[in-house]
């Protein structure tokens, strides 16, 4: 394939050959120099990411990633004492993140920030690999098309972070500490995302067949000692309550109520599904290609290995067909686009390319994405406007115990304020809140970032995000759990949220009763009731000190 030194590195070869070692070899000028051109290339593309700090804040999902790790810092486990379907290593990320820092919504924001970074890095030292230039372009393209996943600090991305820096340390393992690291980092991803597993598995595959035998040793005892902390975690909860968590609930129940058919979706999110298919195809081939013509050659194996991700990453598109969870799979398939094509054009034979094809296919590819989905180049534009020129404060912002949440208007703010204000002239330190929809019978979502807003009071319950067919399932802990809070906080309009697939549906009708039998209405805010437990004590009788969160 082609390589990322120039001529001017092929002379300082020569000299060398001729001469004896000089003071700076030349494999230290190429990675001086691959490190300093990522670096600029990084902190540019970058700068359009900072604008989501400001945006919008995903009431639930975002609300998990701020009140789930302050709960580990307070000794309850994941899965045992709340739901959630993700790995822990997120959540304990933020956990020590948040100790250092203290729980704050920048803060989390700023591990997202960190988070696309590595991903942005690793694809640019994935690349250069075959060329510094390319590496550049291929990186530029996963960024605009990253740009539609936000900054929030999903796991998601901690884990595709820790799959490409296995992938990269395998690749280029020459010591068995490289190795031994590739292994424990493939693990990694896994206990951010238990779905990662078939990427995982697959795109190791090309790179343990070319591998000595030690290497491949090496290699699973890194995985093995990974896998530790899973394990230690599910001696302590259970295996029971893990498999639930982590298969159970999320695959076999709620996957029907959250899957977003194909024909519900924008135009638009079909069109960069089918660029995405068109550019996993397209990567497998080269890949494939490129491995038979050159089967020695490591760079081959590691780009049939990146293909394999790319390909295992559509899961997560398919299962829910929208932006957000679509870039979350396209901006890998899409960045190594124009390096499999360069590929094919060359049908896996050695082959120099010149500057201009190097710099004309990532702006060609760039150009069909523009011309395919012109939304998000609109979407791309606005971003880096508002990244170069900020917008003043609108008061989305709301602010309470030294926390803050950025609402969806200037007037959500002041009603989530006004009912955080009431709450905290009537309620004591150490009472159980429960937050949930007005129409128990179905959970479809939660404003999980309530309960973060409020430390005054200990969030009660093991359904602290809701989820269809999960929290409202026959036999689940939700009756019991609204029954033993002191404070209830229901949003009408999530009842009003409506998709295509079983979320629709109506469960028991149970944990409504419970709500109307214990307890009573004590305010409405916009579309949030607020309720008090008629008895007007703690359901729980814990010292408040004890409770206090």
């Known amino acids: ?57 995903a009431t639930m999902d975002e609300g998990s990633l701020l009140l789930y790790p302050e709960l580990i810092r307070h000794g309850e486990l994941p899965y045992r004492d709340f739901e959630t379907f993700y790995g822990p290593a997120n959540a304990y990320m933020l956990a020590a993140t ?8 920048m803060v989390e924001r700023t591990v997202g920030l960190i988070y696309r970074a590595l991903v942005l890095s690793l694809v640019f030292a994935l690349i250069a690999r075959w060329n510094l230039t390319l590496a550049a372009g291929c990186t530029a ?18 884990g595709i972070a820790c799959l490409l820096g296995s992938i990269l340390l395998f690749a280029g393992a020459r010591s068995d ?6 292994g424990l980092l493939a693990s990694c991803a896994l206990l951010y995302r238990v779905d990662l597993a078939p990427a995982i598995i697959l795109s190791a595959f090309p790179l343990l067949r070319s591998a000595m035998p030690a290497q491949r040793v090496r290699y699973f005892i890194g995985a093995a000692t990974g896998l530790l902390p899973l394990g230690l975690l599910t001696c302590a909860v259970g295996p029971g309550e893990m498999i639930n968590n982590l298969f159970l609930y999320p695959v076999v129940y709620t996957s029907p109520a959250r899957h977003v058919p194909m024909s519900a979706v924008e135009p638009y999110v079909r069109e960069l599904f089918a660029t995405h298919l068109l550019a996993v195809g397209v990567n497998l081939v080269a890949g494939i290609v490129a491995v038979r013509v050159q089967p020695r050659e490591l760079r081959n194996r590691l780009l049939l290995s ?7 990453l559509t899961a997560q598109a398919a299962q829910r067909l929208d932006l957000m969870h679509l870039t979350c799979a396209a901006f890998l398939s899409v960045g190594t686009l124009p390096l499999s094509l360069l590929i094919l054009i060359a049908r896996g034979r050695e082959w120099q390319p010149k500057l201009a094809p190097i710099l004309l296919v990532p702006i060609a590819v760039l150009a069909a994405l523009e011309a395919i989905v012109p ?69 479809n979502y939660c404003d999980t970032f309530i309960y973060y807003l409020m430390p005054k ?49 109506f469960q028991s009708n149970e944990p409504n009763l419970t709500v109307r039998e214990k307890f009573r209405l004590v305010g409405e805010f916009g579309p949030f009731l607020l309720f008090r437990a008629k008895t007007g004590l703690r359901a729980t009788g814990q010292p408040a000190a004890l409770a206090q969160f």
Not at 177 to 182: H, I, L
Not at 307 to 312: E, F, K, N, T, Y
């Open 306 to 312: 990146v293909a394999l991700v790319g390909a295992m």
């Open 98 to 105: 948040y100790s250092i820092f203290g729980p704050d919504i």
């Open 375 to 443: 939304e998000m180049a609109a979407f791309v534009k606005q971003e880096s406007q508002r990244a170069l020129i900020p917008s003043e404060d609108d008061g989305r912002f709301v602010y309470h115990a030294g926390r803050s949440f950025p609402c969806a208007s200037r007037e959500s703010a002041v009603i989530v304020a006004r009912m955080l204000d009431r709450l905290e002239r009537e309620s004591t330190p150490g009472e159980r809140m429960f937050v949930g929809p007005a129409d128990l019978r179905r959970t």
């Open 141 to 158: 393209l996963t960024a605009w098309v990253l740009l539609g996943a936000d900054i929030v600090a999903y796991a998601w991305f901690g």
């Open 1 to 57: 394939m082609f390589d990322s030194c120039d001529a001017r590195d092929v002379v300082c070869i020569a000299s060398e050959k001729a001469q004896g070692p000089t003071v700076f070899s030349t494999k230290s000028w190429c990675d001086r120099r691959k490190s300093l051109l990522g670096f600029l290339v990084i902190l540019v593309l970058l700068v359009p990411f900072t604008a989501a700090f400001e945006n919008t804040g």
């Open 177 to 182: 500490a490289r190795t031994f690291f590739a």
């Open 457 to 505: 009071l200990r969030p009660n319950g093991y359904f602290l995000e809701m989820n269809p067919l999960s929290a409202n399932r026959v036999g689940s802990r939700l009756v019991d759990d609204i029954g033993a809070s002191d404070w209830l906080v229901l949003n009408r309009a999530i009842d009003t949220l409506s998709e295509t697939n079983r979320s629709l549906e």
